[in-house]
C-alpha cells in the first residue's frame, strides 16, 4: 500500500506510468496476499491444508497475477522505449495506459480460467507444495 500511495502523490513519473506501476503494484499485493501465505501456511505443515478448492483458488490468483505483472513489465520496456527513442510519433498517453491495462486484465482473468472449463491445466508451483495433498489422496 506504501508504493501505491507514493505512485499515485509523485506527480514526475507521468499519468501513463503511474498507471501501469500502480497496476504492476495491484498484482504484486494479489499475489503476496493471496498466493504466497497459501504455500508458506502448507509449508509448515508439510501438506497442503486448504483441500482441492483452496488449491484452485490459489492457482487461478497467481496464475492471472502473475500474467498480468509480465503483461505490465512489457507494456513499461514498450513506453520507455517509445518515451527515449528521437523521432517517435506514438508516445504512450494516459488513455492508452487505462485502456492496455483495461484489456489486459479481462484477457489475463480469462486465459487464466481456462482450466475451469478443461481446456488447460495448471501446474504446481515450484517447490511442490499444493500436489503434496493430491499425493496423499491416491495412496
Do not use: D
Amino acid at each position: 500500500t506504501l508504493i501505491l500511495y507514493t505512485f499515485i502523490r509523485e506527480k514526475p513519473l507521468g499519468p501513463p506510468l503511474r498507471t501501469i506501476l500502480c497496476h504492476l503494484a495491484v498484482t504484486n499485493l494479489i499475489i503476496a496476499g493471496i498466493g504466497e501465505p497459501m504455500v508458506v501456511i502448507s509449508g509448515f505443515n508439510l501438506r497442503w491444508v486448504f483441500g482441492e478448492m483452496g488449491r484452485k483458488i490459489e492457482a487461478y490468483t497467481v496464475t492471472a497475477s502473475g500474467l498480468m505483472a509480465m503483461s505490465l513489465l512489457a507494456f513499461v520496456s514498450i513506453e520507455r522505449y517509445l518515451r527515449v527513442t528521437p523521432g517517435q510519433r506514438f508516445l504512450v498517453t494516459q488513455t492508452t495506459s487505462v485502456r492496455f491495462c483495461t484489456v489486459m486484465w479481462v484477457y489475463n482473468v480469462v486465459y487464466a480460467s481456462l482450466p475451469f472449463y478443461g481446456i488447460a491445466a495448471w501446474r504446481g508451483e515450484g517447490i511442490g507444495i499444493s500436489k503434496l495433498s493430491l499425493l496423499e489422496h491416491r495412496k
